[in-house]
C-alpha cells in the first residue's frame, strides 16, 4: 500500500471539496466527449449542398443530438446550456416545417464548436458572452431580445453542477470480514446459483486475461473490458447474495472507471493492488466450486482496494511523477488505441464464444463418476463379447477344416467303392441284362446312402462358410461397438476437462507473495495455459506445483545484489510448461537460480545421519535426498521452508497420482523438475505377463523398454545382482521377490526383462517368465474393505470371465529401493508425527476450518477437524493431539465446556489449547483463564500472531515468521 492512500475514515470536508470538483470536471469533461465524438461523425458543409435531402437529414441529426445534450445538462445542473439547447431546436423545427432549408444561416450547423468552445471554461463570463453572441449571429433574422438575452445570461451564470450525498454513508473505509464473507444466503434459488457458479469461472477467466494485458499500448480497451466484466460480477453476485465478491468487483469497477475518465493507466502500486484482487476473486470462485480453501488475505486485499477507491474518490486520478516516467507516452496512446463500448461488447462476446462455444451446465461430479463407470463396465462386456466372437470365429474354422476333411475321406470312399464294384462286376455278369459293366455302371443301396453323405457335406460346408461369414460380421460390429463405448467414455470424460488457465493466477499470485516474503524478485512464465486436464487432476496438482514454485524462489533464485554479481538479471525467470501426451500430463518448472548445491546437500545429509561421509555422492543421492522427509538445507526453520516437508508432499503426492518425477540440476544455471502423471486412472496399457505360473496385468507406467532373452545379461556384485544391457547395469530383481512369492532374488538370464523408470527416474530391470501380449484394460478398484496393499491397482476382467490382478511395478520398487543400504531406513514418518505433530481444530465454520488446516499442514503438523466440541472428544479418545486449536461459539459443546472436560481428564489436563473467538470482553477472557485456555486470540487473527504462540509450546522447530 503506498503512503499517498489516506487511511480509513470518511473523507474531511476539504477533502469533499476537492471530490466535488473533481466530478465536477468528470462530468464537464464527459460532456465533452460527446461532444467532440459528435463533431467527427457529423462535420458537414451544408452550406454547399445543393441536395434537399440530405440537408433535412443534417438538421434531423442536429435536432436529436440537440435534444439529448440538453437534456443531459438539465440533469446535471447546467441551466444555460439546456436553454441554449432548446434554442437550437425551436430554429431547426422552424427550418424543417417552413421547408426553408436553403435560406437558413449555415453557422447555425456550427452550434456543437461554439458550445464545445463554452464548456472549456463554462464559467468564466466572457464564455457566456461568446455563446450567446452566436447564438445572435446564427440568425440574425431571430436575434434574442434584450430581456431573453439577459435571463439566458444569468441562467449560464447560475449554473452550478450538485451532487447528491446519499450514496456518501454507503461508502466503506474501513473492511471487516463481514465485507469479503462468501457465505450463501439460504433463500437463494438453486437455479440460479448454480447457473452463477457454472458462469463465474468463464467472466473471472476474462477479467485476467484483461489484467495481464492492461501494460499494453491498448490498455484503454482492456480497461472498458475489465470495466463491463467486474460490473457483471458486481450485478450476479449481489442477486445471488455472496457479499464478497459483490465488493470486490464494486471497487474494482470504480477503479477502471476512474482510469478510464482519467485516460490514464493504473500506477505501478495500483497495478499490484488491482491484480492482488483479481487473484483473490479467483481463489473465491475456487472455493465456491469446492476446489481450494478460501482466500487467506482477502480482507487485507479489500482493505487495499477501499483505500485506492477513497483516495480517487475524493483527490481525482492524479498521475504520479514516478508513473510518468514509466509510461511516457501513456497520454499519446489513448486516441490511438480507443475502442467503442459496443465494440468491447463484441470483443467480450466474441473472446467468450471462442473459449466456450457451447452453453455449459452444472453437473455433479459423482454423477460424471458414476457414467464413466457404467461405460467402463459396458466396456469390459464389449470385451468380453469380443473375446467370446474370437472364440467362436476358431470354433467355426476348426468346424470348416474339419468338414472339408469329412468330404476328402468321403470323395476317397467313393472312389474306393467304385473301383470294387467294378471289380465285381467283371467277375459275376448279370444274366439278365443285355450290357455288360463298361456299357451301363451297376448301382446297389450302398451308391444311394454314400450320396446322401457327400450332399449333406457339401451342405454342412455351405452353413460353415455362412456362419464364417456371418462371425465375421459380428466380430466387426463388435469392434465397432467398442470403439464407440470409447469414444463415449471420452466425451463424458470431457465434461470434467478444464484449463490450465484456471489455476494460472493462484500460481502467479504464489510466486509474488514468497518473492516479498523473501525479498526476492522472480517473474512466473507459464506455457500451455490451454492445456485441458481433468477437474480432479489439475486440483491434486496444484499444491504441488505451488510447493516447486516456492521451492524455486527460496532455495533456487538468488537475491537481487547476488544476481548481479553472478552477470545475472536481478529477476529471476521461473518457467512453467504445461503438456498433454495421448495418457499423461507433463508439467515442467525451471528456474534460472543457482541449482543443487551438492556440497551443502552432502553436509546436511551427513550430519543427519543419512549418508556415510567417506562415499561417493552424486546427483541421484541429491536427488533422493531432497524427498526425503524432514530434510532441508536450511539452518532455521521458517515460515516458508526449512522443516523439510514441502518437496516431500510433492514426492508423496506423485506416488498418490502413480506419476513421476524427474530432477534435472544444470549446476549454477537452476533446476528443471518434470512432473509425468496418468490421465486417466481406471483405464490404462498393460502388459500381460506369466509370473510363477499365474496371468498378471503389469502397469505400463514406467517401463521403458522390454528386453527378450540374450539382449543382456544378469551379473552378480558383492552379492548383488545387476542386468547389464548396452554398457548399463541396472539393478535387477525377479517379479516373484517384488511380490513377495519368494523371500530369495535369483533372477535367471534366459527370461524377459523389463526396464521400468521409478517415481524419481532410476531404472530399475525386472525378469518375468512370459509376455503374453499387450492391451488396453479397465482396472476394477478393489473394495474398501480390503487394506490398501503397495502396488495392487485392482483387477480386470478377461472375455473368457478369467480374473487378473493389476499391479503397478513402480509401486512395487519403491518399496525395495526404499530399503537401499545407501539410505537408512527410518522409523515410519507417519507414525512420529502423529505421536508429536497431531493437532486438532475444532470450528464450526467450514471457510476457517479449512483454512486452521492448511496454516497447521504447512507448519509440518497432521490435522483432524471436528465441528464442535463433543465431535471432537470423540476424536481424542481415539488419540491425544499435540495441540487444540478451538472456537468458543459452537453447536451442542462450545470451546469453554471443551477446555472444562479436557482439563478435568488427566491425560489431558497439561494439553495446549488455544482459543480463537470474535469475543473481546475481558468477562470472556477472564472465563477461558479461569477453565485453563493456554491461549486467547481474537478473530481476526494474523498467522503471525498465531505462529508465534505455537512456538511458545514448542511442539515443532521454531519457525520464523
Not at 202 to 210: M, S, T
Not at 263 to 272: A, Q, V
Not at 894 to 907: A, P, V
Request: aromatic share 6%.
Amino acid at each position: 500500500m503506498t503512503s499517498d492512500v489516506y487511511a480509513a475514515g470518511a473523507p474531511s470536508a476539504e477533502q469533499h471539496k476537492t471530490r466535488n470538483a473533481c466530478k465536477q470536471q468528470e462530468l464537464i469533461d464527459a460532456l465533452q466527449e460527446e461532444l467532440d465524438a459528435f463533431i467527427a461523425r457529423h462535420a458537414v458543409d451544408a452550406a454547399r449542398s445543393e441536395d434537399k435531402k440530405h440537408i433535412k437529414k443534417v438538421l434531423e441529426v442536429q435536432h436529436g443530438f440537440a435534444s439529448r445534450l440538453g437534456s443531459a445538462a438539465k440533469i446535471i445542473g447546467l441551466k444555460g446550456l439546456h436553454r441554449f439547447c432548446g434554442y437550437i431546436q425551436d430554429r431547426i423545427v422552424r427550418i424543417q416545417r417552413d421547408k426553408s432549408y436553403f435560406d437558413f444561416e449555415p453557422l447555425l450547423l456550427e452550434w456543437p464548436n461554439a458550445i464545445s468552445a463554452y464548456l472549456d471554461s463554462p464559467f468564466d463570463p466572457s464564455s457566456i458572452e461568446e455563446v450567446i453572441d452566436f447564438l445572435n449571429q446564427c440568425s440574425s433574422s431571430e436575434s434574442l431580445g434584450n430581456e431573453d438575452q439577459l435571463s439566458l445570461k444569468k441562467d449560464f451564470i447560475n449554473s452550478r453542477i450538485e451532487f447528491s450525498e446519499e450514496h456518501e454513508h454507503d461508502r466503506i473505509y474501513k473492511a471487516t470480514p463481514a465485507h469479503v464473507t462468501l457465505s450463501i444466503p439460504e433463500e437463494v434459488s438453486s437455479d440460479i446459483l448454480e447457473s452463477f457458479l457454472v458462469d463465474l469461472p468463464n467472466q473471472i477467466e476474462l477479467l485476467v486475461d484483461a489484467i495481464r494485458r492492461l501494460r499494453s499500448d491498448n490498455y484503454i480497451h482492456e480497461l472498458k473490458v475489465a470495466e463491463r466484466i467486474t460490473h457483471t460480477l458486481k450485478g450476479v453476485g449481489n442477486t445471488v447474495g455472496i457479499d464478497g465478491i459483490t465488493n470486490m468487483s464494486h471497487y474494482l469497477e470504480e477503479i477502471f472507471s476512474a482510469c478510464i475518465r482519467a485516460k490514464e493507466r493504473p500506477s505501478t502500486d495500483l497495478y499490484h493492488t488491482i491484480e492482488n484482487a483479481v487473484d483473490s476473486l479467483q481463489e473465491m470462485s475456487e472455493y465456491l466450486s469446492g476446489t481450494s480453501q478460501p482466500p487467506e488475505e482477502s480482507l487485507q486485499i479489500f482493505q487495499d482496494l477501499v483505500d485506492w477507491s477513497n483516495k480517487i474518490y475524493t483527490q481525482g486520478f492524479i498521475r504520479s511523477a514516478k508513473q510518468d516516467a514509466e509510461d511516457p507516452e501513456a497520454e499519446n496512446s489513448f486516441n490511438v488505441h480507443e475502442q467503442s463500448d459496443a465494440k468491447v461488447d463484441s470483443v467480450i462476446s466474441q473472446h467468450q464464444d471462442e473459449q466456450h462455444p457451447n452453453l455449459s451446465f452444472r453437473v455433479s461430479a459423482r454423477l460424471i463418476d458414476d457414467l464413466l463407470n457404467r461405460t467402463s463396465d459396458t466396456i469390459v462386456s464389449g470385451g468380453q463379447i469380443n473375446d467370446l466372437i474370437s472364440q467362436l470365429k476358431a470354433s467355426v474354422s476348426s468346424l470348416v477344416a474339419a468338414n472339408k476333411r469329412v468330404k476328402l475321406q468321403a470323395q476317397e470312399l467313393e472312389a474306393f467303392i467304385a473301383k470294387n464294384n467294378m471289380q465285381s462286376a467283371g467277375e459275376t455278369k448279370s444274366t439278365n441284362s443285355a450290357f455288360d459293366s463298361l456299357e451301363l455302371e451297376q448301382f446297389n443301396e450302398m451308391h444311394t446312402y454314400f450320396n446322401q453323405l457327400l450332399e449333406s457335406v457339401d451342405d454342412a460346408l455351405t452353413h460353415s462358410s455362412e456362419f464364417s461369414s456371418k462371425t465375421l460380421k459380428l466380430q466387426r460390429y463388435s469392434t465397432q461397438q467398442v470403439r464407440n463405448l470409447h469414444e463415449n467414455k471420452d466425451a463424458i470424460l470431457q465434461a470434467r476437462l478444464v484449463s490450465v488457465k484456471s489455476i494460472a493466477p493462484r500460481l502467479r499470485h504464489s510466486v509474488r507473495r514468497a518473492c516479498k516474503t523473501m525479498n526476492k524478485l522472480a517473474e512466473l512464465e507459464i506455457y500451455g495455459e490451454d492445456t485441458l486436464m481433468e477437474s480432479e487432476t489439475i486440483h491434486q496438482l496444484t499444491d504441488p506445483i505451488m510447493h516447486l514454485l516456492r521451492n524455486a524462489i527460496d532455495h533456487g533464485i538468488e537475491t537481487p545484489e547476488q544476481r548481479i554479481a553472478q552477470g545475472k538479471n536481478k529477476t529471476g525467470i521461473i518457467k512453467l510448461h504445461f503438456s498433454k501426451g495421448r495418457n499423461t500430463i507433463h508439467v515442467t518448472c525451471e528456474d534460472n537460480g543457482r541449482g543443487l548445491d551438492m556440497q551443502r546437500i552432502k553436509s546436511k545429509a551427513v550430519a543427519q545421519n543419512l549418508h556415510p561421509e567417506n562415499t561417493s555422492f552424486d546427483s541421484d543421492h541429491a536427488t533422493n535426498m531432497i524427498f526425503q522427509h524432514g530434510f532441508s538445507t536450511k539452518d532455521r526453520v521458517s515460515h516458508m521452508s526449512g522443516r523439510g516437508v514441502g518437496l516431500t508432499s510433492v514426492y508423496n503426492k506423485m506416488r498418490e497420482l502413480k506419476g513421476n518425477i524427474h530432477v534435472n540440476d544444470r549446476r549454477k544455471e537452476g533446476v528443471q523438475v518434470e512432473l509425468t502423471v496418468p490421465t486417466y486412472v481406471n483405464s490404462l496399457r498393460a502388459l500381460i505377463v506369466q509370473c510363477a505360473g499365474l496371468k498378471i496385468a503389469i502397469s505400463n507406467r514406467g517401463v521403458n523398454e522390454i528386453l527378450y532373452p540374450g539382449a543382456g545379461k544378469i551379473i552378480s556384485v558383492s552379492g548383488k545382482f545387476y542386468y547389464e544391457h548396452l554398457k548399463q547395469r541396472y539393478p535387477v530383481y525377479e517379479l516373484p521377490y517384488l511380490l513377495r512369492q519368494s523371500e530369495v532374488n535369483h533372477p535367471a538370464g534366459d527370461k524377459v526383462v523389463l526396464l521400468i523408470s521409478d517415481n524419481v527416474n532410476k531404472t530399475t530391470a525386472v525378469v518375468v517368465d512370459k509376455i503374453y501380449e499387450t492391451r488396453d484394460i479397465i482396472i476394477k478398484p478393489i473394495s474398501k474393505l480390503i487394506p490398501k496393499v503397495s502396488g495392487l491397482q485392482g483387477s480386470t476382467i478377461f472375455g473368457d470371465g478369467d480374473i487378473i490382478t493389476v499391479i503397478d511395478a513402480v509401486d512395487l520398487l519403491d518399496n525395495i529401493n526404499n530399503s537401499r543400504e545407501w539410505l537408512p531406513q527410518r522409523e515410519p514418518v507417519k507414525e512420529v508425527v502423529a505421536q508429536e505433530n497431531y493437532a486438532l481444530v475444532v470450528e464450526d465454520s467450514i471457510s476457517s476450518r479449512k483454512a486452521l488446516a492448511q496454516f497447521l499442514q504447512d507448519l509440518g503438523f497432521v490435522v483432524r477437524t471436528a465441528k464442535d466440541g463433543v465431535e471432537a472428544l470423540n476424536q481424542i479418545q481415539d488419540q491425544t493431539p499435540s495441540l487444540v486449536i478451538t472456537d468458543l461459539e459452537m453447536p451442542r459443546m462450545n470451546g469453554l465446556e471443551l477446555c472444562d472436560h479436557l482439563r478435568s481428564n488427566k491425560e489431558t489436563i497439561h494439553l495446549p489449547i488455544v482459543m480463537l473467538t470474535s469475543k473481546t470482553s475481558i468477562k470472556h477472557k477472564q472465563e477461558a483463564a479461569r477453565l485453563g485456555v493456554s491461549a486467547f486470540v481474537t478473530k481476526p487473527y494474523e498467522e503471525d500472531e498465531l505462529l508465534e504462540i505455537i512456538n511458545t509450546f514448542k511442539i515443532i522447530p521454531h519457525v520464523v515468521p
